[in-house]
């Protein structure tokens, strides 16, 4: 079947006619609004982080618009607006994309992609036009060592992911002495992993065992073989949310057994007990924030510091308003929206949306929100904001420390995996 | 006509290249918003013309060319991070790190092209693609360069230029160097064109054994053609992932989508003309640009079944379909 | 210890080998009748682990049983995109080939994620395994290994001795041929095509018994890599070569890691990977019709 050729111009033409008629043209300038820009990644391979942030963003917009009121400048309250475009999880569409938030939309501050590096990616593109640039997903710490001036983190950094860890199970159980670390190849993981290996010796515990695996990998059999004999007590490890899953299986399948299994990114999540059902039981990670955490304006209180945003409730039931389905939101919203507080917060104690004045405001400020208590150093790096550990048992996930925020006792020795299976 | 006036005129095809280029530039310099669009554009244009040289002129798909614009970016990683150590060392730093994005490459082409040249078709094909996976895996696995860590130069980049100039390279320079690079490949492209070279490639690509039999040095026209678009590849590399970005990671840079990406570019404007990898790149990239910026979330969703359309109905490409129309009137010669 | 280590990661690779094989048949039949390699390979492996993952979540019907019933989509999949788009494409460059492909399988990726969101999933079932003393099996690999032969099998069988396999053979060996003898070449590419689809998706039910998490709308891009490889090995226009292939592949997958573990400094895994892909290379190089003498 061949197509008149007639047709097939005249199909050309309107396309590109579609295009040109609806091409987006630049918002009319005018301050009646504070403006924050993201280069979201909504699809392409970091889509389901982003998609939590773009949630969590969007959750904490609509607060301070509906219950905040909006942002206050110079005594009147402004509203904030969101604008945001996909970049795929791809670094080319980012400086492209973050320039026309700046030029076009005018923007007062900006939300960096997802990711350490998509993160670096856009950063020239600020500090080119001195536009403040939110981290919010981007966990490595060399990010900070660059010179960069206008970077504000709100994510932790990955060397104190599992420290915490390693401090409960040794208050706990000073005969647990073995330790296995096995974390994927990958920036983040790796500053992870060197962390916790600098914490362990601290603490007085042996490495038996120190491998990483690649991102993607389909089949950890073989380290895990390896790991088994060496007889760890404790096993830390992971990356990111497939290998975590896999990670769990596969221990399983092999069936090794240790004391305490903790793992970085994906345990926390709710898919991780719907794919591994029982298997998971007694599973720890380390999170930044989950639903369940108590911080209120009382705790702010008792710690001296300002508090804003909505409370932990609220900001569920905005996140699932914002994504209109019915998702439990994980620590990528929360640290979003996190960054998005964070921000109105310095644009009010600034009283300006100069973005060197704001840039000044988020270096002084200090508050505690939903999401814990918030504080970055003078390269933009956040100092301030605690780790949880979370623990499933019987299929929910209790926080169990640090003591201050905990929901539960931790659950140790971990069940065995011929337990767990015996269990259904 | 005199000879002189014929040999000048069979150039004439570079002036819309050029002029486009030149266009482009003067566009996004004298808009304040279109400057990092542009960029993109750019960026899409070379690396269509560095890829049509090899694809385009042989009609072999070689799957793994993005291995070459990822040791690109190396090159000049490698050479501003350890070269920031040197005193007054200032624009030689990217001067050398040009020159080692397009060494590496062309080492990596030489070792590349020795074993998948004598290959055909799927092969061929298929034997890339083993060299951009298995290269990176490498560089991970003895973690050569750093292996997955990556190299981060961009404080490397302000010791050497101080802060202004530092971010001013990434953000502008850098795109000006691509636009260069998109500009050069160009001129080589019609330069085979008008030359022996371009003869050969012409006859290999319609059917390789006889050209063979015609005694035509198929092999050295093919490797010439391979290094040479794998230099190009090396230099965008070099410049737009690693001047403009100051960062590398494997992953990130030996990503087989790009290599996609080219193939599409070149295939939409017009495989084996000089204009179609220019009109490719910029339809390519206005078209994703459009849609992340209205319809965040669905591009994939709409490029997939376009991009069957396109295959399936104009396999020729944009350029060569407008070669069809115009190629025997006057202003046919402008467009090659 | 380490001799233990190697013979537990070497059953191991074996096992992940048979699956491996019978995933990448459909890859070797499509290319061997069709010269068309198909680059959204792994696009289909993901529809049949979401076929697998949905079945068991929503309506407890175990892998086994969803096998059947992948391989009936992917032959529904397979017939369409060959009507819809592949059909024009036979005799065109492979450039041309290459590309649809591609697109179809990120136009199936795409609407996957659209619809099931890009969470990543997975399965639980568990029936027990086998201890060998060098390592244990979960009996879940077992069924997926048993499958893949099983798989492996039949389409031997069908391809050797029904009527449609020898349309199929004769096909390759000589279109013009086949065509005067009165073989209706369309209708062979068509259902070469789909059985190829149909094998693939199937072997992404079996992958989940193997891995049954992780499971997400992007996770095929690895298996197409993968797929090549052992394509290659086996021989890229024999389908059963595949499996051969894909045996040797798992074995080394494995098994390599024990022996590049005892090297300082390096990572393992992904230098077993870049083995995996020199030794592609230097298959083409030496034997492109792969390692194994069948047809």
Redesign the interface.
Known sequence: MR?NPVR?WLGVISLVAG?VL???V?AGAALEKVVIGHA?C????Y??AG?QSFGGIQAAVNWVNESHGGVSIGGKKIPLEYK?????SK???V??????L???DKVNALLAPYSS?LT??G???A??YGIVYLDHGGASD?IF????EYVVQTIGPGSKYHTGTLDLVKAIDPEATKVALAYE???FA?SVMDGAKEHAQKLGFDIVFQ?????????L???L??LK?TKPDIVLGGGH???G??F??QM????IDAKALSLIA?ATLP?FY??????AEGVMGPSHWEDGVTFSPDRANQAGLPWIGPSQDEFVSLFKAALGKDVIPDYHAAEAGAAVLALVMGIENADSVDSDKVHKALGDLTFMSFYGSWDVDETGKQIGHPMVNVQWQNGNRLIVAPAAAKTGDILYPMPTFAEK?AK? | MSPSRTRLERYYALLPVLGAYLVLFLIGNGQPDMWQLVAMLAFYCALGQAFNLFLGMTGYVDFGYVAFAGVGTYGMAISISHLSAVEGIGGWAIAIGLLLGATMATLLSLAVGAVALRLRGAYFAIATIGVNEGFRYFVEGARIWNGSDGIIFSRDLRLIFGRETATALSTFWADVLVLLIAALAGVVTLLFMRNKIGYALTALRADEDAAKVMGINVTKYKIMAFITSAVFAGLLGATAWALKLTYVYPPDVFEIHYTVEAIVIVMLGGAGTLLGPLVGGLVYGLSKYWLAVTLPGFQLLIFAPLLLVIVVLFPEGLVGVLKKKIGNRPLGKFIV | MLGEQLLGNLIQGLVLGCVYGAATMGLSLIFGVLRVVNVGHGAFIMVGAFTALLLFNVFGINPILAAPVALLIGLGLGFAVYYLVMQRLVQAPELASLLATFGVGLLLEETVKQVFGSEFRGYYWSVGQLDLGVTVLPMTKLYACAGSVLVAVLLYIWHRKTRAGRALRSVVEDAEGARVCGVNVNWVYAMSFAIGIGLTVLGGVLLTMFIPVGINPYMGGVYTLKAFVIAVLGGLASPYGAFFGGLIFGIIENGSYTLLATIEGVEPFALARALSFIMLLVILLIRPTGLFKTK
């Open positions: 197509l097939k295009m609806t091409w987006p630049p979201a909504l699809s392409g391979k889509a389901k998609e945001y475009y996909d970049t795929e670094k080319e569409s400086t492209s994309l973050l320039e026309r700046i030029t076009t590096g670096l990616a950063a020239p593109v500090e080119k060399k060592t660059q010179g960069f190849d990958s920036e790796r491998r990483t695996y690649p991102t993607g990998v389909t089949d059999t073989p380290l073989s390896a004999a949310f497939e290998d899953q896999l769990n299986r399983a399948d092999l069936d994906a898919a719907e794919a591994l059902g029982p298997l299976t259904e």
